[in-house]
T-cell receptor, first 115, second 112 residues
Framework: NAGVMQNPRHLVRRRGQEARLRCSPM?????VYWYRQLPEEGLKFMVY????????ESGMPKERFSAEFPKEGPSILRIQQVVRGDSAAYFC?????????????FGPGTRLTVL | GESVGLHLPTLSVQEGDNSIINCAYS??????FIWYKQESGKGPQFIID?????DKRQGQRVTVLLNKTVKHLSLQIAATQPGDSAVYFC???????????FGTGTRLQVFP
């Protein structure tokens, strides 16, 4: 069974460019979560999505960040007009069911570097 | 606000010794706790979890202890091996929420 897949693994962007991060959940999982990790820190929740719906975006910055999980295809985390402070590792997780007590399986992450 | 924090940022142990990693949490409503292991350049890997109706749970070489009175969580690793070297995070959740709240992490270094 393939785990959670993320691509690209490394992404370099210049200030002002757009970054698109992709996440394919595990087979049979319809719940996707995005987390951000700054160096030497823990992961911070950003957004929780189900197919075609954003369930909880309480951790998303108000501007420049958006996420989607279309009916077909991977979940996309989009960062417009990137700034150096966006440099971080972005992790996607998926689960089979919703609610607590459901194990979230993490992907390998995308490391975004903004020059 | 809600937070999950760790007492020790770095823990160095000798191969074969037991390791204890601690975590404090502040949200009394949390009732599900998970320990993750993160190796360099990789995503967090599930180690063990515990619900608030338990105070101890054992896995293979690992034990998690939960003290709800003082809001404290610990991970014990028996006979620590070089492959255990990583950053360990505790995370909390509750039944009616989906997001995990992570602590800042403890780096475990195993030396021969």
């Amino acid at each position: 069974n393939a785990g959670v897949m993320q691509n690209p693994r490394h992404l370099v962007r210049r200030r002002g460019q757009e970054a698109r991060l992709r996440c394919s959940p595990m087979k049979g999982h319809s719940h996707v979560y995005w987390y951000r990790q700054l160096p030497e820190e823990g992961l911070k929740f950003m957004v929780y999505l189900q197919k075609e719906n954003i369930i909880d975006e309480s951790g998303m910055p108000k501007e420049r960040f958006s996420a989607e999980f279309p009916k077909e295809g991977p979940s996309i985390l989009r960062i417009q007009q990137v700034v150096r402070g966006d440099s971080a590792a972005y992790f996607c997780a998926s689960s089979r069911n919703s609610g607590g007590y459901n194990e979230q399986f993490f992907g390998p992450g995308t490391r975004l570097t903004v020059l | 606000g809600e937070s999950v924090g760790l007492h020790l940022p770095t823990l160095s142990v000798q191969e074969g010794d037991n390791s204890i990693i601690n975590c404090a949490y502040s949200n009394s409503a949390s009732d599900y706790f998970i320990w993750y292991k993160q190796e360099s350049g990789k995503g967090p890997q599930f180690i063990i979890d515990i619900r608030s109706n338990m105070d101890k749970r054992q896995g293979q070489r690992v034990t998690v202890l939960l003290n709800k009175t003082v809001k404290h969580l610990s991970l014990q690793i028996a006979a620590t091996q070089p492959g255990d070297s990583a950053v360990y995070f505790c995370a909390e959740n509750s039944y009616n929420t989906d997001k995990l709240i992570f602590g800042t992490g403890t780096r475990l270094q195993v030396f021969p």
